[in-house]
């Protein structure tokens, strides 16, 4: 066996403690499996004394990532602290640029400066690995970057956020309003350190950024991710949905259109009996079509301890096993700028809004729809509440922007008495 390969690991929250289990757990596992000894030499976290479970004596200790990140005794770097820049970023950088390789957890860092670290890690001839940072457990960067490499990639689709999946799947199973599931999800460890990113779906959005520059041979384009959160889901929209036969997941898509690439994630309704309907609690769907293959399906744990840790180890064992590849599947110059879709596919709507209970309201709404070129397929009111009318309406096939138009036109009506929640029922969906 050759010399053991030694792995410091910075941020030790959930998926630091979980990676440092497997590690203790299958030394002899991995070590048959890579031909090397994985041996955590050193560890940074925040907090030195806090109980997390398991025994760091063994360790050095750095209380600076970047320290860490230099140290001599290291051969990988694995960051898990997460964040877009501040030390997560600059310790990535000092590893790569002491020559360590570096596996991360972190989507938010990658969405945003991923070209340049890819570029960085390149032009250093080290590793940079990010399976855990995608749909968790999933091995899909290694389907679409290895498994899927000979196939013109037609469109990559998913559930990729498991914190909103638990959200939906909870308020919808259990009945339990947003404020008890949300509490539940963090103590599961899914959040994030800023929930937002995870139910304005932006940590979802990074993620698919991150698919789509493997899927299309494009640089990280995050920016061109067409994002909505699921935070004005209600539990009547889950009810409403449920009737009409679909369940409410936070959908990405990203495919090449005749248009260029369009990315949306979005709260969508999919038919209750599909498999993406189907799915429950933290569990992230990825589906892949490339044009060689055809579809393919990976479903697993998208978030906690284990299933992150499982996709961490994964990276590190293919370096220990001497597996090289360009980060985003080829090499970084050669990626092309990306190009974006000006508009994105027509699709059916979701359109619940409450009106003021008034003669003429509807008539006013249905002739916005009308005038903006948005045909209605069914429409429905629902229990009066004294002075207001709940109206649910399935519109035909429409632009996202011809609908706004004729929302906003709505909203000069004086009808509307709240916000209309606009939902793309997919007719993509698995
Ligand atoms: N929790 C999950 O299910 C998943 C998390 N990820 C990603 O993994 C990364 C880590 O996530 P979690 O373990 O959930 O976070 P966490 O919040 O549980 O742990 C973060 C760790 O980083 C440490 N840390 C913070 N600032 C630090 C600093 N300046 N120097 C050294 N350590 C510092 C904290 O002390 C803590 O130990 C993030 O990038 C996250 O997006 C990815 C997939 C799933
Ligand atoms: N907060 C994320 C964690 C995994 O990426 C999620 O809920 O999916
Ligand atoms: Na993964």
Redesign the pocket.
Known sequence: MTTTLRLGI???????VGVMRIVAAHADLLARRTGREIAVTAV????RGRDRGIDLSAHAWEDD?VALARRDDVDIFVE???GEDG?ARAAVEAAIDAGKHVVT????MLAVHGHALAERAEAAGVALRFE??VA?GIPCIKALSEGLAGNRIKRVMGVMN?TCNYILTRMEDAGLPYDTVFAEAHAL??L??DPQLDVGGIDAAHKLALLAALAYGTRVDFEGVAIEGIERVSIADIRHAADLGFRIKLLGVAQMTGRGLEARMAPCLVPAKSPLGQLQGATNMVVLDGDAVGQIVLRGAG??EGP?ASAVMADVADIARGTRMPVFGQPAGTLARPFRATAGTPSPYYLRMDLHDKPGALAKIAACLGEAGISIDRMRQYDHAETVAPVLIVTHKAARASLDEAIESMGRTGVLAGDPVALRIETLAV
Do not use: D, M
Request: glycine share 26%.
């Open positions: 910075a941020g030790l929250g959930t998926v630091g940074s976290a925040r907090e990532a898990l602290i997460g030390v957890a972190n989507k938010a855990a940072a968790g498991g460890g899914y994030e350190a978030a906690g992150t």
